[in-house]
């Protein structure tokens, strides 16, 4: 009996597939991913007083491992400004930065979108990848704005706390071009227009070194940029060490720029 059940749905599948084609592979504005720049933690746990600190960073970014982009590099810098309460409020902050970057890429067919498997995907995208137009590389470029509000705290060596804001982001370019012009043609689906705005909201947890963190602080902290359905949101994990001095460094795994390496200077005034 559920056999009999099963065989209609299944030629209703095939109908389905016949009709609409297959699957859409996805294509995004590289704005879209999260903002290198990682949030800055206080020098030591002491809180006592109200702080304001600049953070200057430059980053680089390679790969990609999601929406379908491949061979990607891209180079590119963030300021941010943070500001955090004292005594009894010292947790709470306010966190605003901006970013350019820029690079180049190929697009490509990442891991989700299998493929050689004809009845998954859009089959019309895959002989276009093969084409002088699919091999090339193209250059983007993309401005982005992050405001943040969040609590901060630290208990004993321990760094902990969450945040949530908008980002915002602007791009161009010969990237943004060929993904406009697949749209139009029906063989992606283009999520993103080369402006847009979505929430984000980062968490993190991490440990101050040594006495009154007199060795740094080493946090990880993850990244959330909510934009679409939940099939199209972005993430991505960074891990920072700050030095005393205010010198910071670290990487980040995202699931549009896939690796990033990140070194910076924080100011504290």
Known sequence: MMMKKMIPLAGLSVMAIALTGCLQPTARSMGATLMPAPLTHRANPDSASQEISLAASGFYGHTGNAYNVEDLNAGGGNVGVTYRLGGKLSPLFANVAV???????????????????????????ADWLKSDEGSDSYSFWNVQERVLVGADFNVGYAIFGAAAGVQMFQGGSDYD????????DNLVDNVDKNNGVGVVSS??????LG????YGNLVAEMDIFYKGDIDDWTSSIKWTYTHPSGFFGGAAYGN???LTLFVGKQFVF
Do not use: P, T
Request: hydrophobic share 25%.
């Open 177 to 184: 071009d060929m993904r406009e012009k697949l749209g139009e």
């Open 203 to 208: 968490v993190w947890l991490g440990s101050y």
């Open 211 to 214: 006495r009154q963190g007199q």
């Open 256 to 258: 549009l720029m896939e």
């Open 99 to 125: 970013g350019a970057f820029g690079g180049s890429l190929q697009f490509g067919c990442d891991k989700n979108s299998d493929c050689d498997k004809s009845n998954s995907f859009d089959q019309k995208y």
